[in-house]
């Protein structure tokens, strides 16, 4: 089957714009994440969705980060007024449940930021 | 909180040598424990896992084995092919937080 799915895969936005970076996960899985990937800070986790639970959203860096996830399923990862500091690649991942559970990778987004 | 220190690389081993990746962990309760690999150009994989002290995760020829005593999940591969070459990241899913907590990956370079 289709694994997790992110678009863009690129992405080059002006300091001060708004930014909005989409992952479908892999049908059924219930849980979602989002990490970054950046040079300076390695692989970071920034939000968790799990089934219809508050989300945690204790790695968000700043208030500018925000995420959605609609009907269960596809999420929007948002950044506004984005900064050069944002420039990283965004992971999202998805699995059926959480701690064992295996989480599977999209091949990210790529955001620079000007 | 929990953490995760790997090795630094870049690591760079003749085809056919063995790979050992060292990899400690910190966290509170019994967390499961992972190795993800990125090849280049491509999303992160799953390598191997374990669950639970003692258990040996193995794929591809790679191994590791949860040793709570020493808070260890090494990786290790008898003979490395050029195939191989990557970056290798640590991670662990704790008790209390579902997300992973990687550590700062390891590039390996195989040369043949």
């Known amino acids: 089957g289709a694994g997790v799915s992110q678009s863009p895969s690129n992405k080059v936005t002006e300091k001060g714009k708004d930014v909005e970076l989409r992952c479908d996960p892999i049908s059924g899985h219930t849980a979602l994440y989002w990490y970054r990937q950046s040079l300076g800070q390695g692989l970071e986790f920034l939000i968790y969705?799990?089934?219809?639970?508050?989300?945690?959203k204790s790695g968000l860096p700043s208030d500018r980060f925000s995420a959605e996830r609609t009907g269960g399923s596809v999420s929007t990862l948002t950044i506004q007024r984005t900064q050069q500091e944002d420039s990283a690649v965004y992971l999202c991942?998805?699995?059926?449940?959480?701690?064992?559970?295996?989480?599977?990778f999209g091949p990210g987004t790529r955001l620079l930021v000007l | 909180g929990n953490s995760v220190t790997q090795m630094e690389g870049p690591v760079t081993l003749s085809e056919e040598a063995f790979l050992t990746i060292n990899c400690t962990y910190t966290a509170t309760g019994y967390p499961s424990l992972f190795w993800y690999v990125q090849y280049p150009g491509e999303g992160l994989q799953l390598l191997l896992k374990?669950?639970?002290?003692?258990d040996k995760g193995s794929n591809k020829g790679f191994e590791a084995t949860y040793r709570k005593e020493t808070t260890s999940f090494h990786l290790e591969k008898g003979s490395v092919q050029v195939s191989d070459s990557a970056v290798y990241f640590c991670a662990l899913s704790g008790t209390g937080r579902r997300a992973l907590t990687f550590g700062s990956g390891t590039r390996l370079q195989v040369q043949p």
């Open positions: 969705f799990q089934g219809n639970s508050a989300p945690d």
């Open positions: 374990a669950t639970k002290a003692d």
């Open positions: 991942a998805s699995s059926f449940q959480y701690q064992t559970e295996t989480q599977y």
